[in-house]
Every structure is written in C-alpha cells, then in structure tokens.
C-alpha cells in the first residue's frame, strides 16, 4: 500500500490503493449517496434496508414521522438475531469465526455463525422454558465473555427486550435499573476478569435484590465465568450450564420470532441532566439497518476482516459496533474481556498482531493513556494487518490523532473519528474513509440522510464557522424512540429546544468545507473517559452521605481521560475536621454509589457554594476554577464574593 500524504493544510486524503477496494469511492462516490437520501430519504433507506437486511414481510411505509415520534419501516416484520445468525448460517459463511474472544488470563475461542447459532437458540430455550416471551424485559449484567452476547442474541430472537447493565456499575445504579425497566430476570456471571483480579458481580446482584426491593424478578440465571464461590438462592437463581444441560436434544434449534421492525429490541441507561439516569428506547428494523449501513460505510467492511472494537458491550458502542452491527454485517467480531494494560501495556497490540487485526475502533482517552507508556510497546509487535483505524466517544486531540496514525497505522491507515451518541444508535458524523479526506480531530461529514445544522440559543442557524447547538433536522433509522417510562422527558429533553428537531446536547462548529468539529457537551454532562456522566448524579450520590450538607459536581480537564470529577462539598456542623480521610471516604462512596468508573478524581471541601442570588449554583465559575484556578467574567450576581476567593485560593485537599 501507498503511503497516505498529508497536505500543507492538515488534510488527508485517502491513498488510491486504498480508495481503489472501498465501498464507496472518492468524495463523489460520498456525495451522490448524501444526495440520493436527502432528496429522498424514503427511498433511500427503503433501498438499504432491502438489501442489507432480512425481512419476514415488507413495510407498508419506510417511516411514519409526528415529531417527536418516529415509525421506521411500518408494519414490516424482521428479527436482529435472524439477521445475525441464521442468514449467516445458511450461507458460505456457516463456517466463519463470528465471535473471536480473548479473556484477559489469555484463553482463547473462536465461535464461528453456526456455533453462535447454536448457543443463541440453546440459551433462547432456556429462556422459554422459564416462561419468558416478547415483551418481557430482562437485565444482562455481565463481563466481556461471548455469554454477554449469547444473552443478548437470544432475548433479540424472542422479543424480550433486554437492558445491558455495565459491570462496572453498583449494585445501587443496578437496582434503580432493574426497577426503573420492571424486569423480570436477571443473566449475570460469578465474576469476571480485569487486571489479574476477580470482579464479583453475583454478589452486587444479591445486594440490588436484597430486602424485596425488585419484587419482578422472578429469574437469576448466573453464568459460570470464575467458577468462585457464590450463593445461590433457591427458587431465584440458577445455574446457565444446569439449565443449558437440563434441555432435550432439539434444543439445539429456536425460530426467530416475527417481531415488528418497531419492537423495543433494548433500552440502555445513560446520564442526563438530573440524578436519574434515562433509558434510552432502540427498536428492532430501524436500528438494526442503521448499525449495518454503517459497518460498510464507515469500516468499509470486508468479508475477509477481523474487526475489533475494543468498547465494552455495557455502552452503547459495544452494542452497535462489538454485537450488533458486526454480526449483522457477517463480519469476525474481536472480544476481549478484560484491561488494555494488563499484563503489560502491550496487550492491544499484542491482540493486534496475534489475530491479525484489520480494523481497529477505539477511544482517545485508551489512545493517550498508552502514548504514555512510549513507543516501544506498539513496536514491539507486527500492526502489519491493520488497514483501518477508528476513534469514538470524546474528540480526539491533534497529538493523540497523529500518533495513532504514524505509530499504530504506520501512515497506511485512515482513522475514523466517529461522532455519535446512546441516543443516535449508530454513528452520525463520520467519514468514509475511501472517499472523505481526514481532518485531524473532525468527525468530519454527515452520514447519508443526516442533517446536521449549528444554532443559537433562539435556535437560528449561525453565521458559517461559528460555534452553536447541534442539531439534527431529519430522523434517522437508529434514533431514540422514546425514554422507557418518561415519554414528557423524551419530548422535553430533545425536542422542545429548537421545534421538530433533536438537540443533541454538543456545542460545534462546521467549517467551510462542511466538516464539523465537535466541541463538547453544552449540559450538566461530564465525558469521562469517553463514558457519560451526569454532574447531577454524582452531586445526589454525595449528599446522600451523612456528612455532606452539599456538594456541587464538574468535569475537570484531564490529560488522559479527557475530563476528570471534581467535587465542591460543604460538610454539615461538626464535620469539619479530618479532610483527607473524609476525602477518601467520599471519592469510594461515589464509587459504591455509582461504580468504580465514577470515583472522584478530587474532593474540594469549601463553607459555601457559589450561588446566584435565585440560588443556583454557578457551575461555570466552579468549572473555571478547575480548569485554569482564576476566575474572570461576571460575578455580579454571586451572592457572596469572598466564597470564589475562597475556592481559587484553594488547592486540591485530597
Ligand atoms: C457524547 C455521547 C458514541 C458512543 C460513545 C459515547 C461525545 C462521542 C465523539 C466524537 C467528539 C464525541 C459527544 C456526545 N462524543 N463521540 N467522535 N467526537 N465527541 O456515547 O455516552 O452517549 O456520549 O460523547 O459529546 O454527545 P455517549
């Protein structure tokens, strides 16, 4: 392959070598798709989804809009594991590695469609056999083994609508999930793998179940990961491989239910503005077309490519680019279970060159903590087989985008930086990389049938290359139908901002080449690590702790995982003493109270908050205290001056 060269302006074009075997080829090959679904987007995705996927029976009408509420592929009849097993399994692919997992203490399997299949059907028995049933809601709640996506496969082939909780949730934010959806089981492990230890999930599964506080479930089916000791509940909990061993040989097979394409396939919780976290409504044809159109427009899938997306599946870029999108496109989905450093930090590259890796999809935050380490880690292994590199979740800065691209791709491989949320289902801005010219740091153009706009706080366009809102003008295949339970706050979160269309919540700023550039969130919302976290949530889990009277929550900017949590916390009377431990305590009851990914970076201990005179607190200051420990602009309505002296003289009490 030909070198890809960068110009004098920062911009990369794909090399001909390798516009020469993508799907879509050069920047018109991207403008004619753009066209075709803007004109009509009707037909176009009407098109697509005739061609990509299965269909028990045809739509009447490709989509049904009345804002907020969108209807994908009317009345059609589809289902997402048939689409990505059993198609699979009667075609030249039967044979073909499916899922290709490594667990972190090194084994090794490679589940090929018909296996996969098999195993889908055999746990969908399961399932059956306990009386579950379309319409059902189950809680998957499990580490990165194939298990994870066995379980998820086979609740997609009967209609129970599963919600993947991340194991690095509390037993505290899992319960409020298992609540907040009604489910009726809950699939879990002994434990998992991460970092040479044991992450016990059984036991924060008891806990959330404990005292009758999630009288629905009625099922806990434990997968045998560990093989630690845990304790059973009988009548509640069973064994997967007792069950799995209790079915009759015709097990081996399960029929696909016909669901409507407008079938709730998952909802998946992710933080809003307020201290409840929201779950994010994704059906079953509109979704499944999406993650699908993707994996060929934007990783240019071949059939030949073993793509790996290192997310975990408990987010939303595990559920679209690790389980459904990959499968559904027939590709070999790499799983790993467990650290990017353990037991060296050259495991990623190491799993690169050991499984000859060709597309390899990660987040900037994994990026930089491994820059970090130097170069000799990546170098020590053969990145030969990679031709496509990817980028997700936070922006990518310039540094860590051009070492990605000189030390991982060896400048042979473009990357795409895909912008996309929970909420959007599959990626939204994104280049093609045969046909989109890099820029460093931009997602780039919108995906066909994408209509991105950049407004001001009344909603007006902005002048070409200001800063505004994002928002999105069109639906989309893979966009959030509703928030399960709140249909007020769905409507009042996304679409009362700027009328008819969706307020993604991002500042950003499109150039004069139409590429945009995303700048972050405008809202309460903290990335960390590329994982969403609400201010609020962290600011109700401390208050929540005796000592605290109150406490104000914002991102900090952080060199590795983008933003960090720093806390602001007044202590009640006759708690003022013992700062550093009390530090320590509250960063580990943050932790236990939301999970481990939350811990507080830093726990800043002041007499009072500043408040405007209406009482809120100004989390802007409190954000510039952080970010640069001056503070500027209008304080004119601070309620009390000498509290910001205060905090900026202040340094970290942890
Ligand atoms: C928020 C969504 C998309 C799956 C992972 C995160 C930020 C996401 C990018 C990107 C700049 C990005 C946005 C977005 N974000 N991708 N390529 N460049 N920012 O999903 O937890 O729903 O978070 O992540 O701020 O709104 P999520």
């Known amino acids: ?85 059993d198609r699979h399994a009667a075609s030249h692919r039967k044979n073909k590695i499916a899922i290709l997992w490594e667990g972190e203490p090194g084994e090794h399997r490679h589940i090929t469609y018909q296996e996969l299949l098999r195993l889908v059907c055999r746990f969908a028995n399961v399932l059956k056999a306990r009386g579950l049933k379309a319409g059902d809601r189950s809680i998957i709640y499990m580490p990165m083994v194939p298990e994870l996506a066995v379980a998820m496969l086979a609740c997609a082939r009967l209609g129970i609508t599963h919600s993947v909780v991340f194991g690095g949730f509390s037993a505290e934010a899992l319960k409020a999930r298992i609540q907040d959806l009604g489910a009726s089981v809950v699939i879990t492990c002994d434990g998992g793998y991460r970092r040479g230890k044991e992450v016990a999930l059984k036991p924060a599964v008891d806990e959330a179940l404990a005292a009758g506080e999630c009288p629905t479930i009625k099922d806990v089916i434990v997968y045998k990961r560990t093989g630690s000791n845990v304790s059973m509940t009988s009548g509640r909990d069973s064994w997967w491989h007792e069950l799995d061993a209790a079915l009759p040989d015709s097990a081996d097979f399960c029929p696909a239910v016909e669901l409507d394409s407008e079938h709730p396939l998952y909802v998946l919780y992710t933080s809003g503005t307020t201290g409840k976290p929201k779950g994010i409504l994704h059906m079953t044809g509109g979704y499944l077309t999406h993650v699908t159109a993707t994996m060929k427009w934007v990783f240019d899938l071949k059939d030949s490519d073993t793509f790996w997306c290192s997310a975990d599946i408990g987010w939303v870029t595990g559920h679209s680019y690790v389980v459904y999108g990959p499968l559904s496109a027939g590709a070999t989905t790499l799983m790993y279970e467990g650290a990017p450093d353990y037991p060296q930090f050259d495991r990623f590259w190491k799993i690169i060159a050991r499984h000859r890796v060709n597309t390899f999809y990660t987040s900037p935050t994994a990026i930089r903590a491994l820059i970090r380490q130097g170069d000799q ?144 969130r405008v809202d309460d919302v903290m990335n960390v690590s590329g994982h969403r976290l609400s201010t609020m949530e962290v600011e109700s889990a401390l208050v929540k702790h005796p000592f605290v009277a109150e406490a104000a929550v914002v991102g900090k900017p952080h060199e590795i995982t983008g933003q960090a949590v720093c806390c602001f916390v007044t202590l009640k009377k006759g708690h003022a003493s013992e700062h550093e431990k009390l530090g320590k305590e509250l960063r580990q009851w943050v932790a236990h109270e939301i999970g481990a990914f939350a811990r507080p970076e830093e726990i800043r201990f002041t007499d009072a908050l500043p408040k405007t005179r209406s009482g809120k607190i100004m989390r802007r200051l409190l954000r510039e205290i952080v970010s640069s420990n001056t503070v500027s602009g209008d304080v004119t309505t601070l309620e009390d001056l000498s509290v910001i002296a205060n905090l900026a003289a202040q340094t970290d009490e942890d």
């Open 1 to 85: 392959m030909s070198t890809t060269e960068k110009d004098p302006h920062g911009v990369y074009p794909p090399s001909p070598e390798f516009v020469r075997h993508a799907h879509v080829q050069g920047i018109d090959g991207y403008r004619d798709l753009y066209r075709r679904a803007e004109q009509d987007p009707e037909a176009f995705w009407g098109e697509i989804a005739s061609e990509q996927i299965h269909w028990f029976e045809k739509w009447t009408r490709v989509l049904d809009w009345q804002p907020p509420f969108a209807h994908w592929f009317v009345g059609a009849k589809t289902n997402v594991s048939y689409n990505c097993l």
């Open 377 to 520: 880690w990546p170098e020590a292994h053969d990145l030969s087989s990679l031709r496509l590199l990817g980028s997700v979740g936070e922006p990518i800065n310039p540094a860590a985008w051009e070492w990605y691209y000189r030390v991982i791709g060896k400048g042979r491989c473009p990357i795409v930086d895909t912008w996309w949320q929970t909420e959007t289902g599959g990626m939204l801005i994104a280049p093609m990389p045969g046909a989109v010219p890099l820029k460093p740091g931009s997602g780039t153009l919108p995906m066909p049938g994408v209509i991105p706009d950049i407004v001001d706080f009344h909603g007006y366009p902005v002048e070409p290359g200001r800063e505004g809102f994002l928002i999105l003008r069109r639906p989309w295949p893979g966009m959030i139908r509703n928030i399960w339970g709140d249909p007020e706050r769905f409507k009042e979160q996304y679409w009362t901002k700027v009328p008819g269309a969706y307020f993604t919540g991002d500042a950003a700023r499109c150039d004069s080449d139409g590429y945009y550039w995303i700048l972050g």
